[in-house]
């Protein structure tokens, strides 16, 4: 199993650019979540999904955009991007919503913004 | 959500043992305790959970005070590659979302 697979990897973009970092998992799992972190933080979660057709807002999540138009894909758009969205942005999904349930991380997308 | 208080650092020397503590006063009593570590330049990890008793697994034994305010990670033998921000987040199992939020965690570095 590949588990949780995010593109691209590595990306720069100039101010007011739009890009889609893609996230795909093939375990199944309903629930899917975006998380950013800038250098020397912790994670900050965006947006999440607890399944395909429904999204909620996290802590941080102006400046983005999701959609859940299937169970394994859950895209994050960047409209217009600025140098405070310089940061490493990981998916991660989970079986369970419950408190047992463990979170399955993604490498990371270092996104550049100047 | 429920917050943890955690030591910004740690040392540790190789193949000793280590002790993680994390304190949540404010713990529910629908609140899993969950551990989780990130490794330099890759994504979190999951290391252990627990709800009330002690846990063990192969990474790691999660240690719960009898009233639940703290908890504290033990990885039994350090190594170098155990070197990572280590994170304890509190997850309710009533939260729709079953999202984790992260705090700063704490930076452990081991010595040879």
């Known amino acids: 199993n590949a588990g949780v697979t995010q593109t691209p990897k590595f990306r720069i973009l100039k101010i007011g650019q739009s890009m889609t970092l893609q996230c795909a998992q093939d375990?199944?799992?309903?629930?899917m979540y975006w998380y950013r972190q800038d250098p020397g933080m912790g994670l900050k979660l965006i947006y999440y999904s607890v399944g395909a057709g429904i999204t909620d807002k996290g802590e941080v999540p102006n400046g983005y955009n999701v959609s859940r138009s299937t169970t394994e894909d859950f895209p994050l758009r960047l409209e217009l991007a600025a140098p405070s969205q310089t940061s490493v942005y990981f998916c991660a999904s989970s079986r369970d919503r419950g408190g047992t349930g463990e979170l399955f991380f993604g490498e990371g997308s270092r996104l550049t913004v100047l | 959500d429920a917050k943890t208080t955690q030591p910004n650092s740690m040392e540790s020397n190789e193949e000793e043992p280590v002790h993680l503590p994390c304190n949540h006063s404010?713990?529910?009593?629908?609140?899993?305790i969950h551990w989780y570590r990130q490794l330099p330049s890759q994504g979190p990890e999951y290391v252990i959970h627990?709800?009330?008793s002690n846990v063990n697994n192969r990474m790691a034994s999660l240690a719960i005070a009898e009233d639940r305010k703290s908890s504290t990670l033990i990885l039994h033998r350090a190594t170098l590659r155990d070197a990572a921000v280590y994170y304890c987040i509190l997850r309710d199992i009533d939260n729709q979302g079953g999202k984790l939020i992260f705090g700063q965690g704490t930076e452990l570095s081991v010595k040879p």
């Open positions: 375990m199944n799992h309903n629930y």
């Open positions: 627990g709800l009330t």
């Open positions: 404010t713990i529910s009593g629908t609140d899993y």
